[in-house]
């Protein structure tokens, strides 16, 4: 009876139905490499209808128009490129969907899925160092062809790797005269297309959908990463 009661409680059908949507849009992502916007529209309307389910209704509304405060920095990021339209809408309905919700004691915020998934987009960092060092070691000659100064030599080695048959992956070279060039201009999340030049120094292209389905995930079980930081 307890565990019927628990599956029926508005607070975690809202966990439910956000960890599937953004399990649904990460399986999809890395799939396709586009989402389409039946999802976000699908889980968006399931969101109003859970609002008259609430036990006190204009708490609810207050607490998802807080969350939604998240809305116009995740539509500015999209605008800028730092990620897609569909990661810019995910956002907000996850907003809608589970304003605030965690299980932990800690502190969350509106912005705290997105500070999360900052923080964890940092991981392919240390990924890109270890494949380089291997390399360096088993004394492959990765810059063969390039004209640069050690220091963005040091910074390609954090950001990205020479891959022999890249796929989802942007590249950050250019080729000036007969001379390789490294580049590490932003690319346009939406805009930029990705590299399919073998043995091309590139940046890895990873969805950015995953980043923010892991941040909601870490808010769920421990809050928020930075606060939590902080306080301690």
């Known amino acids: 009876m307890r565990m019927f009661e628990f599956l029926l409680d508005v607070y975690n059908i809202r966990i439910f139905l956000a960890i599937g949507m953004l399990s649904i849009a990460s399986a999809i992502d890395v799939w ?8 976000w529209i699908g889980f968006g309307a399931i969101a ?3 609002i008259f389910f ?3 209704l204009i708490y609810a509304l207050k607490n998802i128009g807080i969350s939604l405060i998240i809305a116009p920095l995740a539509l500015l990021l999209w605008r800028v490129g730092i990620f897609g339209g569909a990661d810019a809408l995910g956002l907000t309905v996850l907003a809608a969907l589970a304003p605030q919700i965690t299980l932990s ?12 998934a900052a923080l964890l987009a940092v991981i392919p960092i240390f990924t890109n160092v270890i494949r380089n060092l291997i390399a360096l070691l088993n004394h492959k000659n990765i810059f063969e062809g390039f004209d640069e ?9 954090f950001l ?8 989802y992956g942007f590249p ?15 690319k346009h999340a939406e805009k930029a297309e990705f590299c399919n030049k073998p043995d091309t120094w590139i940046t890895p292209g990873i969805p950015y959908i995953l980043y923010i389905t892991a941040g909601f995930m870490v808010q769920i079980v421990y809050g928020d990463i930075v606060l939590n930081v902080v306080n301690f």
């Open 54 to 56: 609430e036990p006190d």
């Open 32 to 39: 396709k490499r586009e989402i389409n916007d039946v999802l």
């Open 160 to 167: 990205g790797y020479r891959a022999r048959n890249p796929k």
């Open 172 to 186: 950050i070279e250019t080729i000036d005269g007969s001379r390789k060039k490294l580049d590490f201009s932003l």
């Open 48 to 50: 109003v209808v859970l």
């Open 105 to 116: 004691e800690n502190l969350v915020t509106p912005f705290t899925t997105l500070t999360n």
């Open 149 to 157: 100064t050690k220091s963005k030599k040091t910074l390609a080695i």
